[in-house]
């Protein structure tokens, strides 16, 4: 049987930098919770539509603007970015990638973030500060999956590539890249730790 995949579906997962990792961390989940501290703004918005958690998303959400830990970060992030770029195979030649948004999420027990994707941008992703063992990882979505109608459902042995969604598990220092328009959330956080995680939008010009 003459059988192909078509229209793949691309997640890319790698520490941010070879060593280091761990001081790099703690001085970064310092400043996050300071941040929460300052962000008055921040904090009143999550209590309406963060429940139980604090984002940034709504109020400082160019970090890399606004700090120079963060204009560091976003030097390391974007070398992870553009080799995406190129795994996808998008012809970006005498175009450059900007990091656009760039914001902290600090999920503290029962804190959950809902199905949502990024619009605006063409590759989105998260950077892990601070992962307590057994909290929530990155869950995604099958494109498709509104369009199944009335497929039965798979297999339990399926193949990991024809499931309708997969996890990825949260783990300090790593980078999770994903195209912008891919679906995903975080389950509630069921540990006694915060989870402390960096969301980011890239936009190509």
């Known amino acids: 049987m003459s059988v192909r995949a078509w229209f793949s579906t691309f997640i890319y997962s790698e520490p941010l930098q070879a060593r280091g990792l761990v001081a790099f961390n703690r ?55 553009r080799a995406f770029a190129r795994e996808l195979e998008f012809d970006l030649r005498g175009r450059e990638i900007v990091m656009t948004d760039c914001w902290v999420n600090i999920m503290p027990p029962t804190a959950a973030h809902s ?9 989105s992703g998260t950077y892990y500060v601070a992962t307590p063992d057994g909290c929530p990882g990155l869950k995604f979505e099958d494109p498709r999956l509104s369009k199944f109608m009335a497929a039965p459902p798979r297999r339990s042995d399926a193949r990991d590539d024809q ?29 006694a730790g915060e989870r402390i995680s960096i969301s980011f939008n890239y936009q190509w010009r």
């Open 163 to 191: 499931r309708a969604h997969v996890t990825y598990e949260a783990q300090a220092g790593q980078v999770i890249l994903f195209e912008s328009w891919l679906r995903h959330e975080v389950a509630s956080n069921r540990t």
């Open 27 to 81: 001085d970064l989940a310092a400043e996050c919770r300071q941040l929460r501290d300052f962000d008055r703004a921040g904090r009143a918005w999550s209590a309406k539509n963060y429940p139980g958690g604090y984002t940034s998303y709504a109020s400082l959400n160019e970090l890399q603007r606004f700090s120079s830990t963060f204009t560091g970060l976003e030097r390391k992030l974007s070398r992870h970015v």
């Open 115 to 123: 199905l949502h994707l990024h619009p605006l941008s063409f590759i």
